[in-house]
Antibody, heavy 120, light 108 residues
Framework: QVQLQEAGPGLVKPSETLSLSCTVSGGPVTSGTYYWTWIRQPPGKGLEWIGYVFNRGGTMYNPSLQSRVTISLDTSKNQFSLRLTSVTAADTAVYYC????????????WGQGTTVSVSS | DIQVTQSPSSLSASIGDRVTITCQASQDISDNLNWYQQKPGKVPKLLIYDASNLQTGVPSRFSGSGSGTYFSVTISSLQPEDIATYYCQSYGKFRPRTFGQGTKLEIK
């Protein structure tokens, strides 16, 4: 059974870079069936899709975040990662990694989420 | 980009009620619309994909319908465990994924 687990610092200073990784167990990130996705949820607010990476390293990002976001794949570790630059308090959120089943565009497996606060 | 608008933003209903939440897309997305349930403090869970297909393990009291720009999810008989926030989400080939703003369902 595929499982996803986020990891990374829980506190980031304003203007710095937020970096998270998601380790996939139970299946390869090289599968051509899935997009590997990041989603976030600010406190008390709704879900926001950040973007995805797929097996050949191609990416798609939320247009509102595109200038600050990089999602990449590390096949040697069976992981994918998120980098978000120039963070502000508005980037404080629970960050989820998820598996997007390409054929239905749905997030069928999610990590547990990791809380990231942006504060000095 | 395609926007999806949910209504209502919150809803209060009694146990046993039939409950419907709607989602409208800013342009025709065929049946490329999924629904999620997020219980308080929990991870979102896929409920319905491609507008009307129940994900494995989801109770049959949930159903989805719609195509084009108008979609809905219905709970035929509300149960206490259905209290959650529900999100719609659109997708398409080479298009960003987009979530609706959510509908918070509470017990009256």
């Amino acid at each position: 059974q595929v499982q996803l687990q986020e990891a990374g610092p829980g506190l980031v200073k304003p203007s710095e870079t937020l970096s998270l990784s998601c380790t996939v167990s139970g299946g390869p990130v090289t599968s051509g069936t899935y997009y590997w996705t990041w989603i976030r949820q600010p406190p008390g607010k709704g879900l926001e899709w950040i973007g995805y990476v797929f097996n050949r390293g191609g990416t798609m990002y939320n247009p509102s975040l595109q200038s600050r976001v990089t999602i990449s794949l590390d096949t040697s570790k069976n992981q994918f990662s998120l980098r978000l630059t120039s963070v502000t308090a508005a980037d404080t959120a629970v960050y989820y990694c998820a598996r997007d089943l390409q054929s239905i565009g749905a997030f069928d497996i999610w990590g547990q989420g990791t809380t990231v606060s942006v504060s000095s | 980009d395609i926007q999806v608008t949910q209504s209502p933003s919150s809803l209060s209903a009694s146990i046993g009620d039939r409950v419907t939440i709607t989602c409208q897309a800013s342009q025709d997305i065929s049946d490329n619309l999924n629904w999620y349930q997020q219980k308080p403090g929990k991870v979102p869970k896929l409920l319905i994909y491609d507008a009307s297909n129940l994900q494995t393990g989801v109770p049959s009291r949930f159903s989805g319908s719609g195509s084009g720009t108008y979609f809905s999810v219905t709970i035929s008989s509300l149960q206490p465990e259905d209290i959650a926030t529900y999100y719609c989400q659109s997708y398409g080939k080479f298009r960003p994924r987009t979530f609706g703003q959510g509908t918070k369902l509470e017990i009256k």
